[in-house]
């Protein structure tokens, strides 16, 4: 159980444009979904929470206008890379909890990001 | 001083030796504690989580936490080249929601 889904995994876009990941639960209800940023050879950096049906908290930094994550229900979160730039390539992982602590957190596969 | 630790290594073990990986948190209150694999160009998969003082197997992998010290380490016995990743150690920290920060991870090479 706990199987999460990300889409897609490799995206290449143009500068400008906007990209969305999606972020599935496929055999739970996620109450949280989380959202992190990897640049290569360093550790995952949070950039926001989302709780389904609320805004989601973003940590200090990240810009959420920029960043527009939206977890309409229990089983789908998106985020959005809106006028992206290369330095916003980078892999971008989804993580989710049932809230509950046998499930652990379990991530999606991760989106591989490049700005051209 | 960083929330949770791990030394980045690389740390090189022969083939069936035992592997031992260390995290040391900040956070005295924090209850629950993760490990996770991460492979290169992957994302991080769950290999054990424990919440409680002692040590918990699983297989081939042992977590061990002592809440008094503020560690939490992993034994890998019998290791395997097929276990050459990054480990990443995760702590849920006391009042922080759900969120688990992470450590910046260990590089382990099994090497034949």
């Known amino acids: 159980g706990a199987v999460v889904s990300q889409h897609p995994s490799r995206v290449i876009c143009k500068s400008g444009t906007s990209v969305k990941i999606e972020c599935r639960s496929l055999d739970f209800q996620a109450t949280t979904m989380f959202w992190y940023r990897q640049f290569p050879k360093q550790s995952l950096m949070l950039m926001a929470t989302?709780?389904?049906?609320?805004?989601?908290?973003?940590e200090q930094g990240v810009e959420k206008d920029k960043f527009l994550i939206n977890h309409a229900s229990l089983t789908l979160s998106t985020l959005t890379v809106t006028s992206a730039h290369p330095e916003d390539s980078s892999f971008y992982i989804c993580?989710?909890?049932?809230?509950?602590?046998?499930?652990?957190?379990?991530f999606g596969s991760g989106t591989r990001l490049t700005v051209v | 001083q960083k929330e949770v630790e791990q030394n980045s290594g690389p740390l090189s073990v022969p083939e069936g030796a035992i592997a031992s990986l260390n995290c040391t948190y900040s956070?005295?209150?924090?209850?629950?504690f993760f490990w996770y694999r991460q492979y290169s160009g992957k994302s991080p998969e769950l290999i054990m989580s424990i919440y409680s003082n002692g040590d918990k197997e699983d297989g081939r992998f042992t977590a061990q936490l002592n809440k008094a010290s503020q560690y939490v380490s992993l034994l890998i016995r019998d290791s395997q080249p097929s276990d050459s990743a990054t480990y990443l150690c995760a702590v849920k920290p006391a009042g922080g929601g759900n969120k688990l920060t992470f450590g910046t991870g260990t590089q382990l090479k099994v090497e034949l």
């Open positions: 956070d005295r209150g924090s209850q629950s």
């Open positions: 993580s989710a909890s049932a809230g509950v602590e046998a499930y652990g957190y379990t």
């Open positions: 989302s709780n389904e049906g609320s805004k989601a908290t973003y």
